[in-house]
């Protein structure tokens, strides 16, 4: 089965320095996508970042990088220069393979304060 | 990229009473859809969700419900709602890599 694990609920970051949000997942599936959402305090959903299982490289997208290990099974969202808006919910995700292909499941999150 | 509204954003129901949550999307034509709960301060737990008219997998027994009538709507129902079922229940539809574009969300609250 299908599983995504997100091992803080809560992290705190001073201001302009870098994080790591930790994800680890779970799936016999050798075709998936992994995906990194953030949820700010108002309860809106906003897409962050994509890798794919086959992906040689790791996805970056602004101040957001993916740090792949796909023998280790972990997608740790990187964010560098964090911001005072950074302050949200984050969850990692996971879009399965073969008959789970349309299926995507969310970790449990990580509360993340950045400090000034 | 794709619009998704959901309504209504707010309501409070009595336990026994039915329930119809509604979403419909623009921008887009036969994407994934899908309807995920998140009790506070919780991730989102999958509820539903369809690949195309008529065709819906559920993945948690509950008194929950879907429908997809239309290409681009997808509807969220109970005909007794429990206290359990409150919540922020949230719509997606899924973009050309699997990411998903969300509604605003609507939080029930059962009483």
């Known amino acids: 089965a299908q599983k995504i694990t997100q091992t803080q609920p809560g992290m705190f970051v001073q201001e302009k320095e870098a994080v790591t949000l930790d994800c680890t997942y779970d799936?016999?599936?050798?075709?998936?996508?992994l995906f990194w959402y953030k949820q700010p305090s108002s309860g809106e959903m906003i897409f962050l970042i994509y890798?794919?299982?086959?992906?040689?490289q790791n996805a970056t997208e602004g101040r957001y990088s993916l740090n792949f290990q796909k023998a280790r099974k972990s997608a740790n969202l990187v964010i560098s220069a964090s911001q005072l808006g950074d302050s949200a919910m984050y969850f990692c995700?996971?879009?399965?393979?073969?008959?789970?292909?349309?299926?995507?499941?969310f970790g449990p999150g990580t509360s993340l304060s950045v400090i000034p | 990229s794709q619009t998704i509204h959901q309504w209504p954003a707010t309501l409070v129901q009595p336990v026994g009473s039915p329930l119809s949550l509604e979403c419909t999307v623009e921008?887009?034509?036969?994407?994934?859809l899908y309807w995920y709960r998140q009790a506070a301060g919780r991730g989102l737990q999958l509820l539903f969700y369809?690949?195309?008219?008529?065709?819906i997998s559920s993945e948690v027994p509950q008194n929950l419900s879907a429908s997809r009538p239309q290409d681009r709507q997808f509807i969220l129902s109970s005909k007794k709602l429990l206290l359990s079922d409150s919540g922020f229940y949230l719509c997606?539809?899924?973009?050309?890599?699997?990411?998903?574009?969300f509604g605003e969300g609507s939080r029930l609250t059962v009483l």
């Open positions: 890798q794919g299982s086959y992906d040689q």
């Open positions: 799936t016999s599936d050798p075709s998936y996508g």
């Open positions: 997606a539809s899924a973009g050309r890599t699997g990411e998903l574009f």
């Open positions: 995700a996971m879009r399965g393979g073969g008959s789970s292909y349309d299926k995507v499941i």
């Open positions: 369809s690949v195309g008219i008529g065709q």
């Open positions: 921008g887009t034509s036969n994407p994934n």
